[in-house]
């Protein structure tokens, strides 16, 4: 393998990269502004209950007397463990941090917060919609650059230079050229590398893959090109998979709350952030029934 062919592998492996991280970041940023925590105690860090709820599934809630007799909540990342309840939900948990501190807790003196009703990361999925947005975006770049190269002429070597000059003499919109007289256009063995132009198609399809994580996620989306029409049913259909996703994770949430105030006399509520969107969704929706 010559050294141009590696140095183009390489390159195209670091822009898959780029793209796909891109992409992935650009979800979760998304999907750790979701919630709003509500009287939360002011030593705990809200993005990162949000941060490892989505990266881990899970948090520990507890307090802790790193002061004698001073209480200090926590919220932090755990591990499961022990032995299972008959609802098969852990009972011990082995909390930890990159500062070093390290203590035990058990379903009696702490609450476990999930992220979701399957108790699972979001990140997973995360990763799996980047994936393919990132791969819609590589292969419209592919096509454009695939545009701008609509032809391989073969020439002799020696005639290479005298070629070119023309070629670029004709990009340049000259009206005049002047050639070799030495210059055979016989020579000129064009093939023909004209890719269609498939970027517009490409665009809608991406487009339709981040509303479909946006849907998955939980959050509002236009799921539709404004040129479409939608029915109720559809509008509808829509509106429950956003729905259902996004109680899925409030409702782990919710739960963990009342558990969170029963076992510490505090007054924690959680709920999802504004939903910009819903006036917008609005403009662009006609019932089927509208008159045009």
């Known amino acids: 393998m010559n050294n141009d062919i590696k140095k183009y592998i390489s390159y195209a492996d670091k822009r898959n990269s780029e793209v796909f991280w891109y992409n992935f970041n650009r979800l979760k940023m998304k999907a750790i502004s979701m919630f709003e925590w509500i009287n939360l105690p002011e030593e705990i860090d809200e993005r990162y209950i949000e941060l490892m709820l989505c990266q881990n599934g899970y948090v520990c809630f507890f307090k802790d007397q790193l002061v004698p007799d001073v209480d200090t909540y926590f919220a932090l990342q755990c591990t499961l463990g022990g032995r299972f309840n008959v609802y098969n939900i852990p009972t011990v948990y082995q909390i930890y941090t990159a500062s070093g501190y390290n203590t035990r807790r058990t379903a009696e003196d702490s609450v476990i917060i999930y992220n979701n009703l399957l108790h699972s990361p979001t990140v997973p999925l995360l990763m799996y919609h980047a994936y393919n947005i990132a791969n819609v975006e590589r292969t419209i770049e592919i096509n454009l650059n695939q545009l701008k190269r609509p032809y391989i002429f073969l020439v002799p070597e020696n005639q290479r230079f005298t070629f070119t000059k023309l070629v670029n003499d004709i990009k340049n919109n000259q009206d005049v050229i002047i050639g070799n007289k030495d210059l055979n256009l016989d020579n000129l063995n064009p093939i023909n590398t004209i890719t269609p132009n498939n970027t517009l198609d490409l665009y809608t399809l991406k487009k339709r893959y981040y509303n479909e994580?946006?849907?998955?996620?939980?959050?509002n989306n236009l799921n539709v090109d404004k040129k479409e029409r939608l029915v109720s049913d559809e509008v509808s259909s829509n509106d429950e998979d956003v729905?259902?996703?996004?109680?899925?994770?409030?409702?782990?949430?919710?739960i963990a709350c009342k558990q969170i105030n029963d076992m510490f006399g505090l007054n924690i509520d959680v709920k999802f952030r504004n939903d910009f969107m819903e006036e917008k969704q609005e403009?662009?929706?006609e019932i089927d029934n509208e008159v045009e």
């Not at 259902?244 to 919710?254: G, P, Q, W």
Request: proline fraction near 0%; avoid cysteine.
């Open 283 to 285: 403009e662009y929706i």
């Open 243 to 254: 729905l259902i996703n996004r109680n899925s994770m409030l409702y782990a949430r919710k």
């Open 213 to 219: 994580a946006l849907t998955d996620m939980g959050i």
